[in-house]
């Protein structure tokens, strides 16, 4: 009898980094990895980590049983879904989708025809942030997996015959207009699609989350802005509402006055005519937020439109259009053809320090070393039981809310310290023209992440007109890393280094490592004082996401099947219009929004208004090359538009 490995396949949930570890039976699943058994039946048990609360400290086991591989529920509290179906036992076939908790992965077999069923598996210890084994371990090199053969053998051309398609047997299908990613810009583009004259039916958005808005929320939480807090967003950026009229601050105060609650309902409206001279800036609470684009996506018939699919390829056609092959699960494989596509699939990965990955792969110590926008409200659990020292790398926004939580885990427990380890000082704010941003404590302040002119005064104007060279020096003279000139936090800081609990260290890591404690040691050379180490019970990085495109393994395909341009920060070249040209395919046209197109003619992309912005000029660009169903908003049809939104009618 052969001896079977398995693949794994899937999308982090965080992140949306491919992970695929390859692993021999029997595989343990859990949170806790002390939980895990190290043998199963006489047989050492591969071992996996999957870092989120849904998933239990024991979930899951695979086995082999009777020629047969069988995945048993643990007794866990989410439990197992194979297929879509829950259940407590079930047998899996190659290709079949297994769901533990927010992790969506596809079961690959592979098969050794030298090992026996009865020699025993490696250990492999994995955690899903990493992809990473346990270095000490090497999984049997004679292994050879069972590769898909999706997409198929056409997909190697430049230009696919549609006719070939059809010739696969597998289904496909047509639309004129396709959004990919089915996140927050695809919902925006989708929504001014309807509004400006597109029905459902002839609209299709592909996507692995059903809730626009899913994966948004989810780093929300994971760094720690609770759906009461408020985002970093202005009043008039409502990706539920293209006008921007109601805003959020005039919807906030609607409602509190209904209630009752005049002083808070005038004080929204007062920020909002003084920011941000006389007031701080209002930004609006995230679950308001998400509500909203809930109504609107009813709305608009956004569950019509979702489609679940992982995307696997993006081609040209023999005819003018594109063709997207994407999986369904369960070796379920499909293709969608369409004449226009609209690209927007986010950060595909979370942006982790060398040291600190270092780390993680040498010690698997995945508590004690985190990610702002990983699940690790342990943290903050175990500092309010038993305190301790945090260290936070990073200043930028995150790590400004991440040190609010932890001001408010010190309410409960006054024995917490927090080191916050800078790479150098900040003695003053990035220059533009007359114009210079405030500094304090070495951390740099600005309402949004980048000048308000930005979004749509003369400074977007100004890097629309730019050349490549030119773009690259305005946007490293508007950007850096900023957070909001908020009073609250500025006093909790404020009172931290007066009271000594906060400290601010500077220096360049040397490298991390673990002491016979489990303390985490962090040494540092600072300049002037030479070396000096810095202990800690935790580890934040709070240093943001990575959206270069080689990261994303769709986008990276894209790039290197058709030769496209890559711009100085390692995304999407775009026109004005956020057109991908070198993407035209006959009368078939190619666009893009988000963070993968940071760099090109608009700084802000990745704020609501900026996909708000991007999809406006995307929309233009289908009239001007009119686009079946697409019309100009006139005043006329606009004002009726924004009437049947303020009715909750169908565009």
Known sequence: MTNLQIQLSWEDPATGERREPKLNVPIAFGREFPRLPVEHEGQRVSRMLLNSNEVSRYHALIDWEQNQLVVTDQGSVNGIFVNGQQQTRSILAN???????????????????????????????????????????????????????????????????????????????????????????????????RISGVSADKILALGLEAEPYARYKRLCLNSQIPLYERLRSNSDSCPDNIWGWPSYALRESWVDFTQGKLKSAFGYLWQVFSEPTFAETYTPRAGNVFNSIDREAKRIGWNQIYRYGRVRGIRKTDDGRYCVAYSRGSGNHAFIVSRYLHLATGYPAIQFLPDLQAYRERYQDFKSVVNAYEAHDHVYEQLERQGGTVLIRGRGIVASRIFQRIYEARKRNQNITVLHLMRSPKPQGNKFQKAQRQVKNHYEFQPFNWPKAC??????????????????????????????????????????????????????????????????????????????????????????????????????????????????????????????????????????????TLGGPYAAVDSFLGLQYAALVAVDGLAAARAPGVHYLNTVSSLRQWWKWALNQSP
């Open 95 to 193: 290709g079949d989708t297994l769901q533990i908790g927010p992790y969506m992965m596809t079961v690959t077999f592979a098969t050794s025809a030298t090992a026996s069923i009865t020699s025993p598996p490696s250990t492999i210890q994995f955690n899903p942030n990493t992809n990473l084994p346990d270095p000490r371990l090497t999984p049997d090199q004679s292994v050879t997996p069972l590769r898909s053969n999706f997409p198929p053998s056409a997909f190697q051309a430049q230009t696919v015959v549609v006719q070939a398609l059809h010739a696969t047997g597998l289904p496909v299908d047509e639309s004129d207009y396709l959004a990919i990613g089915a996140g927050l810009g695809s919902f925006i583009w989708v929504d001014l699609l």
């Open 455 to 596: 979004w749509g005064g003369e400074l977007r104007v100004m890097l629309e007109k730019a050349t490549p060279d030119e773009r690259k020096r305005l946007l490293a003279d508007w950007g850096g890393t900023t957070t909001a000139d908020r009073h609250d936090w500025q006093d909790i800081t404020e009172q931290g280094l007066r009271e000594g609990w906060y400290q601010i260290t500077f220096g360049e890591v040397l490298g991390v490592e673990r002491d016979a404690k489990n303390f985490t040691i962090t040494h540092i050379r600072e300049k002037g004082f030479g070396e000096m180490k810095l202990a800690a019970d935790f580890i934040i990085d709070a240093t943001g996401l990575d959206a270069k495109v080689e990261t994303n393994p769709l986008l990276d395909d894209l790039v290197k099947h058709y030769n496209l341009p890559i711009n100085h920060l390692g995304r999407l070249v775009v026109a004005n219009n956020f057109e991908l040209v070198e993407m035209r395919s006959g009368k078939g046209q190619m666009y893009a929004a988000g963070a993968i």
